[in-house]
């Protein structure tokens, strides 16, 4: 009895033994296949990847020294009309963005090309202002040479100044575009609108469903939450030191060439009334040097822009073109702007508050300018004065500054999780320390 029971224990034992060893086997096979599995998946990764992109998507190449010519040839199809309602939802392809990371948009330029006419013409003018905005782009964090990847493609043809291109050859060559499909998750810059005599406030263009970066919208045309307004360059402004006499010699200076008639004669009656305006336009004997201003009263001459600094406040008057280049001299002299031009879309409105740096003077109000100003506190002057050189350098002192700004709008409308604060876009960072100290205090 007790030998049986000894064989059957042993048999058992033999029996758990064999099995202990399978189980050791078989979790030494998974982590054998697990181990070589992983090592096979980085080898082939590591030479079947992504190296091969890296020679198919070349790098935009903007200073080429030719440049592969285009014919558009008279009957091609031309891109729809621009759409007058577009939000990120209906005229915008989302799903393509996000590959540059959660939070950050992916920007492709299309290759350099001359697109001609038949007749051998070329369909726009490929401007500085425009090479440095392509230029900002490609050394930007958003930059992508892969259109693939891309969540904003950007036509490299110059529509910057309405006067430089041919509407409808540039339409059709916009048709052409390999990923243009109605123009959607498309980038169209712009800041001369219009031609004479109706000078329209939006780019005279069929766009379709691009997102237009334009000046000189009015509340009509501007699409919000989708358009992004920005504001007419001016070379000059960069040349404008920070430098700011001790004392400012005029309340209100006034130097645009281009008002209206009707506004001029406003502001010609205040002139002749009142020390407090100083109204120069452009003088009789230099017609075309820019750099003189002459009174209206008195023809005095003075050096523009350098005496936009005497002034407390400048004026900005609409004109033929809502958006004027000299707002931009203004800011970057540290003159307080009053606005006169009720429907304007001033630049970047989104994120920038513009009651922060200047006046805004309805049209039918020009007669009671003088007071208007009188009314304004020191303390509140003081606090326009010191914000707009802030926002200028910041925001609108070069092409580069100009197109970056831009760019980060459209990205915090694309991903409106990552944006800034109201008082990051609108504060200088020493102030929005504190701020934020006194809060957490």
């Known amino acids: 009895m007790a030998a049986e029971w000894l064989l059957k224990t042993g048999k058992h034992s033999k029996y758990i033994s064999y099995r ?18 992983l090592v096979f998946t980085v080898v082939f990764n590591e030479f079947s990847g992504s190296s091969p992109r890296i020679d198919v998507y070349q790098t935009v190449n903007l200073d080429a020294t030719s440049v592969a010519a285009i014919k558009v040839s008279a009957g091609s199809l031309e891109a729809p009309p621009r759409v007058g309602n577009c939000t990120y939802s209906d005229c915008f392809d989302v799903y393509r963005c996000g590959r540059g990371g959660h939070d950050k948009i992916t920007i492709y330029i299309y290759p350099l090309r001359d697109y001609q006419t038949e007749t051998g013409n070329s369909i726009s003018q490929f401007s500085k202002e425009f090479y440095l905005i392509l230029d900002t782009i490609k050394h930007s964090k958003y930059y992508t040479p892969n259109p693939e990847e891309a969540c904003i493609l950007v036509p490299s043809i110059d529509t910057l100044n309405q006067h430089s291109f041919s509407s409808k050859h540039v339409s059709q060559a916009l048709q052409s575009l390999p990923h243009w499909n109605n123009g959607e998750n498309h980038l169209i810059f712009n800041m001369l609108p219009g031609t004479a005599p109706n000078y329209n406030t939006v780019i005279d263009l069929n766009t379709s469903k691009a997102i237009i970066a334009g000046a000189g919208f009015n509340t009509w045309t501007f699409r919000y939450g989708f358009d992004v307004s920005i504001p007419v360059y001016s070379p000059m402004a960069e040349k404008i030191d920070s430098t700011q006499p001790e004392e400012k010699k005029y309340l209100i200076i006034s130097t645009q060439l281009n008002i209206p008639q009707h506004y001029l004669e406003e502001l010609q009656n205040i002139a002749s009334s009142s020390n407090d305006l100083l109204l120069l336009g452009r003088c009789k004997t230099e017609n075309t040097d820019f750099s003189k201003r002459c009174e209206y009263t008195t023809g005095r001459q003075f050096e523009y822009p350098s005496i936009l600094k005497e002034g407390m406040f400048c004026l900005v008057v609409r004109s033929a073109r809502l958006t004027q280049a000299i707002l931009m001299d203004i800011l970057a002299s540290q003159c307080i702007p009053i606005v006169i031009a009720d429907s304007v879309v ?12 200047a006046l805004f003077l309805p049209e039918n109000n020009i007669k009671s300018l003088v007071k208007i100003v009188y009314s304004v506190s020191k303390e509140r002057r003081g606090e326009l004065y010191w914000q707009l050189r802030w926002a200028f350098d910041r925001y609108f002192a070069s092409i580069e500054k100009i197109t970056l700004t831009a760019l980060e709008i459209i990205n915090e409308k694309v991903f409106p999780l990552a944006a800034r604060m109201y008082e990051e876009w609108n504060m ?7 701020c934020l100290a006194i809060q957490d205090s």
């Open 20 to 37: 202990k060893i399978l189980y050791h086997r078989f979790f030494v096979g998974l982590l054998l296949f697990i181990v070589i599995s």
């Open 346 to 357: 001033m630049p970047f409105n989104s994120h920038i508050d513009w009651n922060k740096l």
């Open 428 to 434: 200088p960072e020493h102030l929005f320390k504190i």
